[in-house]
């Protein structure tokens, strides 16, 4: 594991304003912008979503993001964008981070830093009365399901996918955006999809009336670890003042506040990591 515990030496801020300790921290560029540019695609409740106006973004991690830039005396910019561009734009360096319930996996971990900031886990999301009964992976064999392009949630599919026997092939489609998703399955173009457990627990919490209810599969839990901040590998310095600060949360508490205000608290960590995927060796251990 390594620990970020050895660069979160500039201790416990208070919710009260500008850290000097943490501000000193960020690059040059960073502190002459004033702000930090934010990839996030604002389709992933209680994480990143628009408020009733459709254009505020609010969510765990923009209040997250908000406290950060407290902090460190800068500004958190959001610049929504579909999942799947968020990596190649921290890559070059269209936006300075990426925070939208990524996970982190060692194939991850060559191309970006990872932060690592709570536990998160992808559960299976399927019509209200579950028609098709499916209760595991291996039980999409023979159907149809939808995922966002980029994500762990494809990934595992196209893993279940290889194990498919001939005569019962799964049909994996790719959608940019969760809500698109939500249409597929009601409409009955997908049996299931896959999907961050938080996130769909609250999009589920907040079905609108009128359309098709969907329900999420109990007892069935894939890609347990960690959900973090993606930082470029140039950037060493952004990276350890966004764990140092993020620590600081947990150190005083304003952290958990923020948690158990979305429901989350189950997904707290106590201590921030980074690159730390090796701890969940097994993360895309689909079933037995």
């Known amino acids: 594991m390594v620990s970020a515990v050895a660069i979160l030496s500039a201790g416990v801020a208070s919710a009260a304003g500008l850290d000097q ?9 960073i502190k ?6 934010v990839g996030t695609e604002p389709q992933t409740p209680p994480y990143d979503f628009y408020g009733d106006d459709n254009k505020t973004i609010i969510g765990l991690e923009r209040e997250l993001r908000d406290e950060m830039g407290t902090r460190l005396g800068v500004k958190f910019t959001d610049m929504p964008a579909q999942f799947a561009s968020i990596i190649p734009g921290i890559q070059a360096g269209r936006f300075d981070m990426g925070m939208s319930a990524f996970g982190d996996f060692a194939d991850r971990e060559k191309i970006v830093d990872v932060v690592n900031y709570m536990l ?6 399927v019509l209200d009365g579950n028609p098709k009964g499916v209760h595991k992976l291996k039980d999409a064999c023979g159907l149809n399901a939808g995922a966002v392009q980029g994500s762990i949630p494809l990934q595992l599919l196209d893993k279940q996918k290889g194990l498919c026997p001939a005569d019962k092939p799964l ?3 790719q959608f940019p955006s969760n809500d698109q998703i939500k249409i597929a399955l009601q409409s009955g173009r997908a049996d299931l999809s896959m999907d961050t457990t938080g996130v769909a627990a609250y999009s589920l919490q907040h079905q609108p009336e009128g359309n098709r209810k969907l329900e999420l599969v109990g007892g069935a839990q894939y890609a347990v670890g960690y959900q973090a901040m993606l930082v470029s590998k140039e950037s060493p310095q952004l990276r350890d003042a966004l764990a140092a600060t993020m620590q600081s949360m947990i150190d005083d508490g304003t952290y958990a506040k923020i948690f158990e205000k979305w429901g989350l608290g189950e997904n707290k960590l106590d201590k921030v990591t980074i690159n730390d995927a090796a701890r969940f060796a097994d993360y895309m ?3 037995d």
């Open 21 to 29: 300790k943490l501000h000193d921290m960020l690059p040059e560029k």
């Open 32 to 37: 002459s912008a004033g702000e930090i540019k």
């Open 120 to 125: 998160e886990g992808t559960s299976i999301i």
């Open 171 to 173: 049909n994996v489609m």
């Open 285 to 287: 251990k689909l079933d």
